[in-house]
């Protein structure tokens, strides 16, 4: 079944420091893969997409993610987290013309 | 004005009864979706239209139906609402022209089934 996984309910970080969201996916051909950041009380905003091309994609926010053919995996990064990106983070991958979420991470980021 | 509006933001409703959440968009975008939002299990596809004319079943549309009236609304109804409906529901357009699909959200619709 073609699907995408979270692996963490939640990532706790410190202010200032790298912060990393695990996506891994399972699809078949060549994957587009997005990340979706949803605040309080609010829907989801898109971050970025990979499509093809360079394995790291810039996204809004100051965030990227790194795509890894071989370990089937699209990481969300970001080099030093801000308070303010305390939110769900969803990937999700394009199926059929429609994406499949996967389950969301809780990005907790203190001062 | 918001991109994708929908409406009831917030509904309280009693098992049985008939509900309908609505969905226009001024993006003009010839894809719309229907998800459903639920805590630990990420968005799940309820109904998904790719025009005017196209409406498709996603992986939950069990106890839901929608209708697309126009290009522009693409409204959502549970017939006869239980209490495992209550969710956070979302809607969402695409443009099929586009082929990375990217999906613009509205502020979703808060459905409580007593």
């Known amino acids: 079944a073609q699907s995408v996984a979270q692996p963490e309910d939640q990532v706790n970080v410190a202010e200032g420091n790298p912060l990393t969201v695990k996506c891994t996916y399972s699809?078949?051909?060549?994957?587009?893969l997005f990340w979706y950041v949803q605040y309080p009380n609010r829907g989801l905003q898109f971050l970025l997409k990979?499509?093809?091309?360079?394995?790291l994609v810039k996204g809004s926010y100051g965030f990227e993610a790194e795509f890894n053919k071989s370990q089937t995996s699209f990481h969300l990064k970001k080099p030093s987290a801000l308070v303010s990106d305390s939110a769900l983070y969803f990937c999700a991958v394009r199926v059929g013309g429609k994406l499949i979420f996967g389950q969301g991470t809780e990005l907790s980021v203190k001062p | 004005d918001a991109d994708v509006t929908q409406t009831p933001r917030n509904r309280i409703t009693k098992t049985g009864k008939r509900i309908m959440l609505e969905c226009s968009q001024t993006k003009g975008h010839d894809r719309m979706y229907w998800y459903r939002q639920d805590p630990g299990l990420g968005l799940r596809l309820i109904y998904y239209s790719f025009d005017v004319k196209d409406i498709n079943k996603g992986e939950i549309s069990d106890g839901y139906s929608v209708s697309r009236q126009a290009q522009a609304k693409f409204s959502l109804s549970l017939e006869s609402a239980i209490p495992n409906q209550t969710a956070l529901y979302f809607c969402?357009?695409?443009?099929?022209?586009?082929?990375?699909?990217?999906?613009?959200f509205g502020a979703g619709s808060r459905l409580t089934v007593l």
């Open positions: 969402a357009t695409s443009d099929g022209r586009n082929g990375a699909n990217v999906l613009t």
């Open positions: 699809v078949s051909g060549n994957p587009y």
């Open positions: 990979y499509i093809t091309g360079d394995n």
